[in-house]
């Protein structure tokens, strides 16, 4: 189980969708109010991105203890898996900014610059992260799902566990970023990387899900 879940948590962990966020929202700060105030965002989006997603996980794995179809899971799990790993190969081979896949929709792009060029505080880095990991969450749900579905058949402490484990590992590019900006690197050269090697990332993404859909 522990591969499955850290080959999950990496392919969100490269998540373009709540990297871009980041990557504007310290970009902003940093030419508005200085690097200071842009670490303090970084670790503020940071912590509420792994706070959020940590919540979200617990009343998920909550309904599915509930309901008690921890077999039909295992049904739907594979087949999320076959359907992220054809999306993410596609992604590679068939490449378009915003196409279906882990990154953000071109329709939301417009909203995001517009509400991250409106944050003047650091502080207001904790109800942008927030409302980040609402809105895009389905973008980047596909991994964490399939990894809830994997820890629905482990006990309570195993799945608290292993859920702070996928968290850290999934906000520590954000944390990357932050440290980053602290040394004197502005977020959008980490961006510009990005954007030059997305298409060997979404091939990555692929081949981490298909291993883990082998495992199974």
């Keep these: 189980m522990l591969w499955q879940i850290t080959s999950l948590a990496l392919v969100d962990a490269v998540n373009p969708c709540t990297l871009a966020v980041q990557a504007m ?4 700060l940093l030419l ?6 842009a670490i303090v965002a970084g670790i503020l989006f940071t912590f509420t991105i792994f706070l959020m ?8 794995l909550q309904i599915i203890y509930a309901l008690g179809i921890e077999k039909v ?3 739907l799990l594979k087949l999320l898996l076959l359907v992220m790993v054809v ?3 596609n992604a590679y081979f068939n490449y378009r900014p ?19 060029g409106a944050v003047s505080n650091p502080v ?25 579905m994997i820890l629905a058949r ?3 402490a195993r799945k608290i566990l292993f859920l702070l484990y996928y968290c850290a590992i999934f906000v520590l590019p954000m944390l990357i970023i932050t440290g980053i900006v602290a040394v004197g690197t502005s977020p959008e050269k980490v961006m510009e990387w990005r954007n030059k090697h997305i298409k060997e990332l979404h091939l990555v993404a692929g081949i981490l899900l298909l291993s883990v859909l082998l495992l199974l």
């Design 154 to 156: 482990y006990s309570i």
């Design 53 to 60: 997603y940590l919540l979200y996980g617990l009343g998920i």
């Design 73 to 75: 899971i295992e049904i």
């Design 98 to 116: 915003g196409m279906v896949s882990m990154e953000m929709p071109m329709v939301l792009r417009p909203f995001a610059k517009r509400t991250i």
């Design 25 to 28: 929202l310290l970009g902003a």
């Design 87 to 89: 999306v993410e190969l």
């Design 32 to 37: 508005t109010k200085g690097r200071r105030e």
């Design 124 to 148: 207001m880095a904790v109800p942008v992260a927030a409302l980040c990991s609402v809105l895009l969450l389905p973008c980047s749900s596909g991994p964490y799902v399939a990894a809830l």
